[in-house]
């Protein structure tokens, strides 16, 4: 059975530092795009980076040169260095992998809360 489990949140003050990390199972990770998406109250669930199956990396404008998404298919796990966080990056984060083969495959995890308050 497909899954995506997250880890490495938790509360960290504005200017610091963060990684969270997301290891898959039961599916082929090297074939996916694997995405960090994040939502925060009352606000839409947001892309925040992705990294292709080819190491391709896209980021949303407000985490550019910030945050850094990498991938280990040897570990089936996606990363990403989050760096001088603002309060604006709490939310909770969601790891997705996605591939299209004749229909979407689409697996989510079940987040992970990062808080960045003094």
């Known amino acids: 059975q497909e899954r995506l489990v997250e880890s490495g949140g938790g509360l960290v003050q504005p200017g610091g530092s963060l990684r969270i990390s997301c290891t898959a199972s039961?599916?082929?990770?090297?074939?996916?795009?694997m995405s960090w998406y994040r939502q925060a109250p009352g606000k839409e669930r947001e892309l925040v980076a992705r990294i292709t199956d080819v190491h391709t990396t896209n980021y949303a404008d407000s985490v550019k040169g910030r945050f850094t998404i990498s991938r280990d298919n040897t570990k089936n796990t996606v990363s990403m260095q989050m760096d001088s966080l603002k309060p604006e990056d709490t939310a909770v984060y969601y790891c997705n992998a996605y591939r299209y083969y004749f229909r979407d495959y689409d697996y989510w995890g079940q987040g992970t809360q990062v808080t960045v308050s003094s």
């Open positions: 039961g599916f082929t990770f090297s074939l996916y795009a």
